[in-house]
C-alpha cells in the first residue's frame, strides 16, 4: 500500500523560489539581517571580469544558511577585510529568515541545487569556511575560495598552483553555468509557480542570452 508523502519536496521547492525572487535585497554593510535561523542569497557586483555575469549582480555568487542570520553577516565582513579584489560594498544579500534551522537548511538546498551560485559549486567551495579558534589564527589550510581571493586573516596564504587552479576552475564554472530551464523564464509571473504541477526540473546548461536576464521573476511548471 502506498502513502502520501506528508512532505511535498516540489511545492517546498516552488516556495522556497517565490519567497527568494521576492526578497528585498540590501547591502551587506547595512545591518538589516534579523537574529534568526534562516537561508539567504549573496549578489556580486565588481569590476572582476573573470567572473563574467556573476559580477553584474543579477545572479546570487553564494547561497548558505544558519541558525542566525545576523552573526553569519558579520562573519562574513570580517572574512571580506583585507582580501585580494573584493569589498563589502560590492555585495547585495538577501535574507531569508526561516522557523527552524532545519527548514534553512532545505531552503539552502533548493537555492543551490535551482540556481548553482559559483562559489557553491564543488571546485570552488570554501567561502564560508570560518576560523577555527585562536590557536589557528593565520594557520589554516586555505580553500580554492582563498585561491581566488586571498588575504583572510586566518588563513594561510595560498600557494600559487593553488591560485592557478582556482581560477582555472572559476574559468570553468562561468563558461558553464546552469539554470532550470522553466523557473527563471522571464515570459510568466512568478506567482505561477505556486500553482504549477509536477516535479522540480534539473539544471540545464544556460546560453549567452539567458544570462543576460536579471534574478527577478519565477515561473511555470517544476519538472
Sequence with gaps: MQHDDPFDHNQFARLA??????ADRTPLAEDSAPRAPGAYL????APL?????????????YAGSTTDLAARRRRHILNLRGV????????????????????????EDVLIAELQP?????????????????????????????????????????????????????LEV????WRPPVTW???????????ASGPVRHCHAVTRDDRSRPFTSLAGGLS
Design 49 to 61: 571580469p573573470v567572473y563574467g555575469d556573476f559580477a553584474t549582480g543579477r545572479w546570487p555568487v
Design 84 to 107: 585580494t579584489g573584493l569589498r563589502t560594498e560590492h555585495f547585495q544579500a538577501s535574507w531569508l529568515p526561516q522557523p527552524t534551522f532545519g527548514a534553512a537548511l532545505h531552503v
Design 17 to 22: 523560489l517565490s519567497v527568494a525572487s521576492e
Design 42 to 45: 549573496l549578489f556580486l557586483a
Design 185 to 195: 523564464s522571464p515570459l510568466q509571473d512568478w506567482r505561477e509557480v505556486a500553482d
Design 174 to 177: 562561468v563558461a558553464n553555468p
Design 118 to 170: 559559483p562559489w557553491c559549486r564543488p571546485p570552488l567551495r570554501g567561502w564560508g569556511s570560518k576560523s577555527q579558534g585562536r590557536t589557528r589564527v593565520a594557520g589554516q589550510r586555505p580553500s580554492a575560495w582563498d585561491g581566488l581571493h586571498p588575504g583572510r586573516l586566518w588563513s594561510q596564504q595560498p600557494t600559487d598552483l593553488l591560485r592557478a587552479l582556482a581560477h582555472v576552475a572559476l
